[in-house]
């Protein structure tokens, strides 16, 4: 997604951080010395760096005391807008579709739960569900 943006949009200053070292290290080279080993919980940019802050179908793979956490540093580094995509349910068989395919997230909510939480860490930005 790095390496689109910067393509659709020439000069712009594109910058992420994945989990995972092998990702990082097999990254398409043009975006290599953009991304860098680091974590949604503790982002390791000042306040304010950023004009738009992208996560997709990442924080739900955190703890939920984490998952707060990535909340709060998304708000904290964005500038302006952010964008998160996390995986929910709206009802009884959504979730058990979601239980029966999820396999990585530690948190996931229904919808409303999803929103409750974004308004109890004071998270302002844009948001969308994944559901199965």
């Known amino acids: 997604m790095m390496h689109d943006f910067a393509c659709l949009l020439p000069g712009i200053n594109v ?10 290290s097999h990254a398409l080279e043009d975006m290599k010395s953009r991304i860098k080993v680091g974590n949604a919980k503790n982002l390791p940019y000042k306040d304010k760096s950023f004009d738009l ?43 058990q579709r979601l239980e029966a395919w999820n396999l990585t997230a530690l948190t996931y ?10 308004n109890e860490v004071g998270y302002t930005g844009d948001y969308w569900w994944f559901i199965p």
């Open 15 to 24: 910058t992420g951080i994945d989990i995972s070292e092998y990702a990082v």
């Open 53 to 95: 802050v992208i996560s997709i179908n990442t924080i739900h793979n955190l703890s939920l005391r984490e998952c707060k956490q990535a909340l709060r540093e998304i708000q904290r580094v964005k500038k302006k807008h952010a964008f998160i995509t996390v995986d929910s349910y709206r009802n009884k068989e959504e979730l």
């Open 109 to 118: 909510m229904s919808v409303r739960e999803w929103v409750k939480l974004f």
